[in-house]
């Protein structure tokens, strides 16, 4: 039941200055960051990253946007992180992202936007879609001296 999933404030979310309030949002329900830090992705790594999507019509751009400079990479830990934290994140389009997501609420380009211009959908985050890609996915980017056991507010008011 209780998680850890990786979540990447991509390029475009540093550059905007949207670190804070995005991290704001887990904390705000009560889920723990358990590593985090600053790692400007080179092609190498971003093609391991998303070993799935090379190829792809649209992975050019996606290798572009995620090596356009640091990512705030985070390990989220929390009741079923995996899912709590993609129904925050919200779904990839951000025109078609709701609203009180953070996608549906720090963008709003379109699938036919970005694919004319030839460029990545920036929606600012990165979350491990399920288990496995979690468990592979925090392993590329962290290492276990990385990750810190510790007890927060949330694990007497929250979980308990
Ligand atoms: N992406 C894109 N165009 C597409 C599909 C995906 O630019 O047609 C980008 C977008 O930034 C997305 C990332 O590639 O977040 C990874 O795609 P995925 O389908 O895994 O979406 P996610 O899991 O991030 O919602
Ligand atoms: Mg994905």
Known sequence: MIQR???LLKPDAVQRGHM???????EKVGLKMVAMKLVWADKEFAKR?????VGK???PGLEALITLGPVLAMAVEGIDAIETVRKLVGPTEPKSAPPGTIRGDFAHV???YAD???????NLIHASAN??????????WFNDKEMHSYKTVHDVHVLE
Do not use: N
């Not at 804070?20 to 887990?26: C, Q």
């Open 5 to 7: 999933t990786l979540v």
């Open 20 to 26: 804070g309030e995005i991290i704001s949002r887990f």
């Open 49 to 53: 990253h998303y070993a799935e999507h």
């Open 57 to 59: 019509k649209f992975y």
């Open 110 to 112: 379109s699938y036919g």
């Open 116 to 122: 004319a211009k030839g460029i990545s959908i920036k």
């Open 131 to 140: 288990e496995a890609d979690a468990k592979k996915e925090l392993a590329l």
